[in-house]
Each structure stands twice: as C-alpha cells, then as structure tokens.
C-alpha cells in the first residue's frame, strides 16, 4: 500500500526567508504527487501536482516542488515566504484506482515569523 | 462556481446519537469523496461515488457509519451511534473524474460528547 511521510510537524520560518517542505512516498508505480494547502477553518487547495515529464513542477502562489525518484522524495519550495503563507500543508501521492483516492502525509504546519 | 458546500461547518452532539453530514458537489462533477481528518490518523479516505454509485468503501471504518448519494448533487454520511473517537473534521471532495484534482469543501467538524 502507498504511504506518504512528511518528517517535519512544524516549521517555524522568518517571512522574506526560503522554505521548503519535506515529503517522502512509497508507492510501487510511478507516482500521481500532489501538495495541498489547508488554511485554518478552510478546505484543502491544490498547490500543484507531478504526474509525469519534467521533475520540477510550478504550482500556484510561487510554490514549486521537485520529484526526485532515487529519493522518494517531493519536497514543496518557496524561494520567499510569505505572511499569508502560514497554513498546514499535505502532501500526498495518488491511488491506484485513480489519482483522486488520494493517500495523505500527517502535514507541516508552517509557521511564519515577522 | 460556488464551490463544494458542505452543512453544518460545527456539529455537537452527545454519545449515542445520530449524526448527518451533508454536502453539494460542484455541478457536474461525478465523483464526490468523503474524506476524514483526525490529529491521530490524518486525512483517510473513507468512500467515494461515481454518479451516485458507491465505488469503494473500504475506508468507512465501521458499520455504524454509512453514506449515500441519491443524487448528483447531494451527498450524505450517517453515524449511528455516534462515539467520541468519531469527533473529526469530515471533509466532503468532488471531481470530474478518478484522475481529476479534487476540490475540497470547508468541513465539517464533528464532536460527540
């Protein structure tokens, strides 16, 4: 079955400062990616999603997350940070029945500082 | 487009009792999810439809949970009776197919008392 970790429950960053999210996936098949953005009180929103191609892929709001296949891993990249930005973010990987049967991590919760 | 609407956002209610989430998926979408969130568990999946037919329950954890569609645009998930490891926030999704980028309502944060 597919599982996803993200390591970190909460990280603290200085607003103007980079970010990035870490997330590892186990799947047996090439992976379906996606990160999602869940601001308190709110349901998720799609921030971007790998499928296939190119590793590096652009979502919305200058998040950018890259697929590295030796290391399982999809980490979320944010050369700037945000105020507004502060919200728990959920990777997750795609089911085999569909990418929309979706299998998430626990979350990071990212805090930002003035 | 106004979005996955789901009904009530707060529901508190005691042990034992009966409990009904709604939710409105986006027109023409025909897959509709319920997902539910818990500090301990994270997001699990719990049913999702196609055109109001349930495909894979799998994740409804017991029997005293159940959910129908019996229309595209309505969606409900029934617990009776209700227990306080049920307390979640229950999120309603729907698509416009099983490769489609899900849309996600606002939740419903159920506890029971």
């Known amino acids: 079955a597919q599982s996803v970790t993200q390591p970190d429950i909460h990280i603290t960053v200085s607003e103007g400062a980079s970010l990035e999210l870490r997330c590892n996936y186990s799947?047996?098949?090439?992976?379906?990616l996606f990160w999602y953005v869940q601001s308190p009180g709110q349901g998720l929103q799609l921030l971007l999603k790998?499928?296939?191609?190119?590793?590096l892929v652009q979502g919305i709001k200058g998040f950018e997350a890259e697929f590295k296949r030796s290391q399982s891993s999809f980490n979320l990249r944010k050369p700037s940070v945000h105020w507004s930005d502060a919200a728990e973010y959920f990777c997750?990987?795609?089911?085999?029945?569909?990418?929309?049967?979706?299998?998430f991590g626990k979350g990071t919760m990212l805090l930002v500082s003035p | 487009d106004a979005g996955v609407i789901q009904s009530p956002r707060h529901e508190v209610t005691e042990m034992g009792q009966e409990v009904t989430l709604r939710c409105k998926p986006i027109?023409?979408?025909?897959?509709l999810f319920w997902y539910r969130q818990t500090m301990m568990r994270g997001l699990e999946l719990l049913i999702y439809?196609?055109?109001?037919?349930?495909?894979?329950d799998s994740g409804m954890p017991e029997d005293r949970f159940s959910a129908k569609m019996p229309n595209a645009s309505f969606s409900t998930l029934k617990i009776q009776p209700s227990e306080p490891r049920d307390s979640a926030v229950y999120f309603c999704?729907?698509?416009?197919?099983?490769?489609?980028?899900?849309?996600f309502g606002n939740g419903t944060r159920l506890t029971v008392t």
């Open positions: 999704a729907s698509g416009t197919g099983i490769n489609s980028p899900l849309h």
């Open positions: 799947y047996g098949a090439t992976p379906y």
């Open positions: 790998y499928f296939s191609g190119d590793t």
């Open positions: 997750a990987v795609g089911g085999p029945s569909g990418y929309s049967t979706l299998t």
């Open positions: 027109s023409g979408h025909d897959y």
């Open positions: 439809f196609n055109n109001n037919v349930p495909i894979d």
